[in-house]
Nanobody, 123 residues
């Protein structure tokens, strides 16, 4: 079955950086658009960004644009989320997701989800 496993979360100070990874198995990775989402207590799940099948196109939420970068390594079935200049408001559980459709809209429905990894930014 399809598995998406996130890693790399942790505790970081304001202004710091973290790199999340999401390892995929059970699917043809290069055929899937990959997305990152986050969820914090009391808030709805929020789109962070998405990357196309080839990695040639990305789309980001305004709140992370210029600070976060999504990349992928299709040879290793892994997608990454590089997070820089972290703020307290970035504290959340971060999820990766996969879908067969090629669009990068924040409103797209994803087929598969990981279990999430906690990112905590402290002041």
């Amino acid at each position: 079955q399809v598995q998406l496993v996130e890693s790399g979360g942790g505790l970081v100070q304001v202004g710091g950086s973290l790199r999340l990874s999401c390892a995929a198995s059970g699917l043809i990775f290069s055929w899937h658009t990959m997305g990152w989402f986050r969820e914090s207590p009391g808030k709805e799940r929020q789109f962070v960004g998405a990357i196309s099948r080839s990695g040639g196109s990305t789309n980001y939420a305004d709140s992370v644009k210029g600070r976060f970068t999504i990349s992928r390594d299709n040879a290793k079935n892994t997608v990454f989320l590089q997070m820089n200049t972290l703020a307290v408001d970035d504290t959340a559980v971060y999820y990766c997701a996969a879908k067969f459709q090629t669009t990068l809209s924040p409103l797209d429905v994803y087929d598969y989800w990981g279990q999430g990894t906690q990112v905590t930014v402290s002041s």
